[in-house]
């Protein structure tokens, strides 16, 4: 069963027949702090509820995103992120598909976007989550009731999805690492989910790489020419 953002729906499907095709969607405001409705129910929510429902993404792109999943909204959908995470399902698990100025989708542990967890298909819970810049919701095959495993994380809004796919989530701090992650339909390079965790589970991140330094090639023939430094 592929799983693949088929947005027949809504009227964004390309024409190819075996694989759906999504094209480039964009939108203006990068809201980058979560919004007023969010910082209330954080404020208002005793710190180990809080805790119980922050999934930490630990990406290669060099840190940690913070997800605030919400139970009020999609219980069945954030109660099987939670499970999938704690039998570390997602450790590893690439992004197979991402479209620049749209989405990142991933959860499959075939990297293919054909696969998902031996789980059964969850019921849909479409709700009046919208799909912002750093939601997240769950993939799914033309059929509502199909998702299992994977989710995408929005780089732009593109409310045309609204009620149509679940909505379980959003981020509220770390959007900076969605944002690097290597675009692509596979990508050359994917990036990956290092770790995937519970904020109440208190796993430390991992030691992130580093970017290798950039080397000018300029100086470096420059600095064969100099003599070598004196001994003290």
Do not use: C
């Not at 129910?41 to 999943?69: C, K, W």
């Not at 590893?92 to 967890?117: C, K």
């Not at 690097?180 to 430390?204: K, T, V, W, Y």
Request: aromatic share 6%; proline share 10%; hydrophobic share 45%.
């Amino acid at each position: 069963m592929t799983i693949r953002l088929l947005l027949a729906a809504v009227g964004l499907l390309l024409a190819a027949p075996a694989m759906a095709q999504l094209p480039h969607e964009s939108a203006a405001g990068k809201a980058e702090s979560p919004p007023a409705q969010t910082q209330v129910m954080l404020s208002s929510t005793p710190a180990f509820a809080v805790q119980e429902n922050v999934l930490h993404l630990d990406l290669s792109t060099g840190g940690r995103v913070s997800i605030l999943l919400r139970p009020d909204a999609a219980p069945n959908h954030v109660e099987r992120i939670k499970l999938l995470v704690r039998r570390g399902f997602y450790d590893g698990l690439l992004f197979h598909r991402v479209i620049d100025g749209f989405m990142a989708q991933t959860g499959d542990p075939r990297g293919t976007g054909e696969g998902g967890s031996e789980l059964p298909d969850l019921a849909a819970e479409f709700n009046e989550l919208p799909h912002m810049r750093g939601a997240v919701s769950m993939a799914r095959t033309q059929e509502p009731n199909s998702a299992n495993s994977q989710f995408f994380i929005l780089f732009q809004p593109l409310l045309r999805l609204d009620r149509t796919y679940t909505v379980f989530g959003r981020v509220i701090s770390g959007m900076q690492w969605v944002d690097a992650i290597e675009r692509g339909e596979p990508p050359a390079n994917p990036s990956r989910i290092l770790q995937a965790s519970i904020a109440a589970d208190n796993r430390p991140p991992p030691v992130f790489a580093r970017p290798a330094p950039v080397v000018d090639p300029l100086a470096a023939e420059a600095a064969k020419l100099l003599p070598p430094a004196p001994k003290l």
